[in-house]
């Protein structure tokens, strides 16, 4: 199966970074991401057989990541992965936190660094003209690990387990 660590929006959230997606421009065969399939990737996993799930799941269950805030403030063109995403351009010091955390406890070499981003619309075959956004601000409460299925012509996101993150000290 393959898996990742991330945070999923609320609805609020979702329904915000809906509203941007609908006001991009973009070129004919582009596909804007289902509002269900909108995340925050922390650390991809990927292919693990069964046996590994236990570890992971007790890597999730151990992390202790406070809440914080993110701001995405600006949408993006990433040409090499053909996608629109919603970017934050600061990175709360929490967040950065608890990557560093997940990959170091997953063993695994954190290339390239963390950008706070959602997927907006994939198959963005040219860059689009992209206009200011207004932030679209997340309040983090939990984060998981999810089943990724790709064998349609969208990904299927399943959870396996949930974590709350920690209030703030």
């Given at each position: 199966?393959?898996?990742?660590?991330?945070?999923?929006?609320?609805?609020?959230?979702?329904?915000?970074?809906?509203?941007?997606a609908a006001n991009l421009r973009?070129?004919?065969?582009?596909?804007?991401?289902?509002?269900?399939?909108?995340?925050?990737?922390?650390?991809?996993?990927?292919?693990?057989?069964?046996?590994?799930?236990?570890?992971?799941?007790?890597?999730?269950?151990?992390?202790?990541?406070?809440?914080?805030?993110?701001?995405?403030?600006?949408?993006?063109?990433?040409?090499?992965?053909?996608?629109?995403?919603?970017?934050?351009?600061?990175?709360?010091?929490?967040?950065?936190?608890?990557?560093?955390?997940?990959?170091?406890?997953?063993?695994?070499?954190?290339?390239?660094?963390?950008?706070?981003?959602?997927?907006?619309?994939?198959?963005?075959?040219?860059?689009?003209?992209?206009?200011?956004?207004?932030?679209?601000?997340?309040?983090?409460?939990?984060?998981?690990?999810?089943?990724?299925?790709?064998?349609?012509?969208?990904?299927?996101?399943?959870?396996?387990?949930?974590?709350?993150?920690?209030?703030?000290?």
């Amino acid at each position: 199966m393959r898996l990742f660590f991330a945070l999923w929006p609320d609805a609020d959230t979702k329904t915000q970074l809906a509203g941007v997606a609908a006001n991009l421009r973009l070129p004919i065969r582009s596909r804007l991401a289902p509002i269900g399939n909108y995340h925050l990737t922390l650390a991809f996993v990927g292919e693990v057989e069964n046996a590994q799930l236990a570890s992971l799941l007790t890597i999730g269950a151990t992390q202790r990541a406070p809440r914080c805030t993110i701001s995405f403030d600006a949408t993006e063109f990433w040409a090499a992965s053909q996608v629109v995403v919603a970017a934050a351009q600061k990175m709360p010091p929490e967040l950065l936190g608890m990557w560093e955390a997940l990959h170091r406890d997953l063993a695994l070499q954190p290339k390239p660094p963390l950008r706070p981003h959602v997927t907006l619309a994939r198959k963005v075959a040219q860059a689009p003209v992209l206009q200011a956004m207004s932030p679209v601000t997340w309040r983090t409460s939990s984060f998981g690990l999810y089943r990724s299925e790709t064998a349609g012509i969208e990904s299927v996101y399943t959870v396996v387990d949930t974590w709350p993150l920690l209030d703030k000290k």
